[in-house]
């Protein structure tokens, strides 16, 4: 399984290193300070042929001390190698120290900022941030957005950069730009970021991706931390998906309601998704006036009149429909009639879209019906119309490091909420009443840009829906749909429309084993 790391986290899996003698720091700085030469080499294989150059950035902790290895490394690899202090080497931590005089027995240390800025001298070669990393607490000043920006009027065009952790400015714990007092957010815009032992949250979370270019994570040879609190990077289904034989009831039934009369389309996606993942049937409940509207449109979807809450409830005495899906083009009317009996039948449910913003008045009711086998899939509107306070929080500035993220706040609604929550977004966050959080974020290799698209989150609430009937727990089901979504968009790729996620799912499941 693989984690992704608060910056306490990281500092705590150094101490048990330094702890359990496992490690020093100094051994630690080195490996880093390696895997980050051998990231870069690899990444341009033309650099791992002829030496190149090196402009090195070195902040006034830990994160500049990798800084001094890599200049040190480069160096005996034959480049032309530069070197940047801000600070004082006097006021270094002891392992950037003992780093930064290692480097000075063969180059020298200009201070930073810059006299003059650096010239590129030379077609190509590598801008290091080794500036800071996961110890930010606070905004970059004008002093070092300064030197960043006048590196950037270099132009440096056929260089790279690179970044040693994090892109400095960059909060490890949320992926958001750190807010200076003069109310900037600098942040060093990398090509490749190097981090150490795990990917840290913000590698994936927010601005993350955008900052850090591409990511590769070096083995310093610290032991895997298994404590509850860490977050899963999704990168697979949670289970496997093939289907065991049996009738089609064995595979579940699942129901999901529609909006009525030209309001179908999105309950159409949602269901046919559902059936396409596998649920054993799916039968869409639809008011009498939008009746005609979907028996022309479907075919091994089922179709059954639901026109207030009664009909739901009664239906609902059928034990075979074991999971429900409401929210896509439901309309608030309909989403404030439907949503409290469908809870009051403790199936699992997805709510999503209508289903979420028709309680935007009243969200305590909707939390008091909540039970843990619901799933919410709001989007960023809709989850700040349920969670105003949480949302407030992250879209102020952060103004401190680490800052508030995410995972913190999906967390906290899961809590509030008593089921799991699924907030949508190139990084999806899911979180379970429980604590346990997982980010599943379609960036790097997996972005899918072509996944916003209109009716693209009806067909994931209908793939959680249809795991969920296939017996599938809400956590887990989360995870598989948003997985299985980004797999479909990827497989089918540019062009992609809503309708053409279920039809990509035969392919991404056989290609999964299933
Ligand atoms: N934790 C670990 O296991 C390892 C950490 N290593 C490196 O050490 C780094 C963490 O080192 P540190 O904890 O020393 O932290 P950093 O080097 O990231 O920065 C801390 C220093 O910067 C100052 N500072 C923070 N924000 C500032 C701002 N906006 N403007 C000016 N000064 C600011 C702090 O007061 C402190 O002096 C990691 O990112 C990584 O690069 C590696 O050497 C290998 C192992
Ligand atoms: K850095």
Redesign the pocket.
């Known amino acids: 399984m693989t984690v992704l790391l608060t910056a306490r986290q990281?500092?705590d899996?150094?101490q048990a290193?330094f702890a359990s003698g496992a490690a020093t720091?100094a051994e630690?700085?080195e490996?880093?300070?390696e895997g980050v030469v051998s990231a870069l080499l690899n990444s341009w294989g033309e650099l791992a042929v002829v030496p190149s150059r090196a402009i090195i950035l070195c902040?006034?902790?830990?994160?500049?001390?990798?800084g001094f290895v890599i200049a040190r490394l480069l160096a005996r690899r034959g480049w032309a190698v530069r070197v940047f202090l801000?600070?004082q080497a006097d006021?270094l931590?002891p392992?950037?120290r003992l780093n930064h005089d290692r480097w000075c027995t063969m180059g020298d240390v200009r201070r930073l900022p810059f006299d003059t800025p650096p010239q590129p001298e030379g077609p190509s070669g590598v801008v290091v941030d080794?500036?800071?990393?996961?110890?930010?607490?606070?905004?970059?000043?004008p002093e070092?957005a300064g030197v960043l920006e006048s590196l950037e009027a270099q132009g440096f065009e056929g260089w790279y950069r690179v970044a040693?952790?994090?892109p400095s400015?960059l909060c490890?714990d949320s992926g958001r730009r750190?807010t200076?007092e003069d109310g900037t957010t600098a942040a060093f815009r990398a090509d490749l970021t190097v981090s150490?032992?795990a990917a840290k949250l913000g590698h994936y979370l927010d601005e993350g991706a955008e900052f850090c270019g591409a990511l590769a994570v070096a083995d310093?040879g610290?032991s895997p931390e298994a404590t509850p609190e860490l977050v899963r990077l999704v990168q697979a289904p949670a289970l496997p998906l093939g289907k065991r034989g049996g009738h089609k009831f064995d595979h579940g039934h699942a129901l999901v309601l529609s909006g009525g009369f030209g309001r179908t389309g999105a309950a159409r996606l949602a269901a046919r998704a559902a059936l396409r993942v596998g649920a054993g049937l799916v039968t869409l409940g639809v008011p009498g006036a939008a009746q005609m509207e979907v028996a022309a449109q479907i075919t091994a979807l089922m179709m059954r009149r639901i026109e207030a809450a009664d009909d739901l409830a009664q239906m609902l005495e059928d034990r075979r429909l074991n999971a429900l899906c409401l929210g896509p083009g439901l309309g608030a009317d309909r989403a404030r009639e439907l949503v409290p009996a469908a809870l009051a039948a403790g199936r699992a449910t997805v709510l999503d879209a209508d289903a979420l913003s028709a309680f935007s008045d009243a969200p305590d009711a909707l939390f008091s019906a909540l039970h843990p086998g619901c799933v919410l899939t709001p989007h960023g509107g809709e989850f700040a119309r349920l969670f105003p306070d949480l949302s407030a929080r992250l879209s102020g500035p952060a103004r401190r490091?680490p800052a508030v993220s995410r995972v913190d706040m999906v967390r906290a609604a899961a809590a509030r909420a008593g089921c799991t929550v699924l907030l949508k977004g190139p990084d999806t966050v899911i979180a379970a009443p429980d604590g346990d959080a997982a980010v599943h974020a379609a960036v790097y290799e997996r972005a899918t840009p072509w996944l916003a698209t209109a009716g693209a989150g009806d067909v994931l609430a209908g793939l959680i829906c249809g795991l969920m009937a296939r017996g599938v727990d809400p956590w887990r089901a989360a995870q598989t749909a948003t997985f299985l979504h980004v797999e479909a968009a990827r497989h089918h790729g540019p062009g992609l429309i809503a309708e053409d996620l279920p039809e990509a799912l035969p392919a991404v499941l056989r290609g999964l084993g299933a």
């Open positions: 990281m500092r899996a150094e290193a720091g630690l700085m490996r880093a300070g902040g006034p902790g830990n994160n500049g001390g990798d801000l600070g006021g931590p392992d950037a080794a500036l800071f990393g996961t110890g930010l607490t606070r905004g970059l000043g070092v040693v952790d994090l400015g490890a750190i200076a150490f032992h310093i610290l490091g």
